[in-house]
């Protein structure tokens, strides 16, 4: 299975700052397609996980500009350009590239 | 605009058989895939398999033996079944969407989930 490690797994942050959150696999999620399927989920409190980015750095529809993504390889980001109150909750990253389909285990985004 | 919504027991029996159902609307389930993903209470995402209208199936093989995912497309329905439950099944269960093209390319995502029912398993 591809191992995903998030990092950090808590993120205080000041309203309108910068946030970043890393994910790194335990091997590269490159189909044979030519495809990094590396996705990024937002889930807010009490509510389902909503799909924020796929393949690394495509905004969902919908998804706020402030949002984006990054990355190759085995090492991807997710970046919040000024943080706002809606935006608090965990993060996942997930890869659909190899069964079992694997999530990182969540980093938690809180204001300060 | 689909939605997605998950339906059945709040609570099961140890080895027992958990039995959940995902009901489409503003929409057909035909032409996608569809998919089960767990959370256990405090925890992180887990896969459990998903089923394309056809029937065709894929299952995470650590719930494989347990786990049978079946579609009906008269009802626009899909549901889980996971057999011989232990407390270590108890999590909120979510349906959701295996989006796997758009327009011409290919992107699988989960892009539509259902809100969730939570599922104990307790005696």
């Known amino acids: 299975d591809i191992v995903m490690t998030q990092t950090p797994l808590s993120s205080p942050v000041t309203l309108g700052q910068p946030a970043s959150i890393s994910c790194r696999s335990s091997?590269?999620?490159?189909?044979?397609?030519?495809?990094?399927?590396l996705s990024w989920l937002q889930q807010r409190p009490g509510q389902p996980p909503r799909l924020l980015i796929y393949?690394?750095?495509n905004r969902f529809s919908g998804v706020p500009d402030r949002f984006s993504g990054s990355g190759a390889g085995t090492d991807f980001t997710l970046k919040i350009s000024r943080v706002e109150a809606e935006d608090v909750g965990v993060y996942y990253c997930m890869q659909t590239t190899q069964f079992p389909y694997t999530f990182g285990q969540g980093t938690k985004l809180e204001i300060k | 605009q689909v939605q997605l919504q998950e339906s059945g027991p709040g609570l099961v029996k140890p080895s027992e058989t958990l039995s959940l159902t995902c009901s489409v609307s503003g929409g057909s389930i035909s032409g996608y895939y569809w998919t089960w993903i767990r959370q256990p209470p405090g925890k992180g995402l887990e896969w459990i398999g998903y089923?394309?209208?056809?029937?065709?199936?894929n299952y995470n093989p650590s719930l494989k033996s347990r786990v049978t995912i079946s579609v009906d497309t008269s009802k626009n329905q899909f549901s889980l079944r996971l057999s011989s439950v232990t407390a270590a099944d108890t999590a909120v269960y979510y349906c959701?969407?295996?989006?796997?093209?758009?327009?011409?390319?290919?992107?699988?995502?989960?892009?539509?989930w259902g809100q969730g029912t939570m599922v104990t398993v307790s005696s």
């Open positions: 089923i394309y209208y056809s029937g065709s199936t």
């Open positions: 091997q590269s999620p490159v189909h044979s397609d030519g495809n990094t399927y």
């Open positions: 959701a969407r295996l989006l796997k093209n758009s327009g011409l390319q290919i992107v699988l995502v989960f892009d539509i």
């Open positions: 393949k690394i750095s």
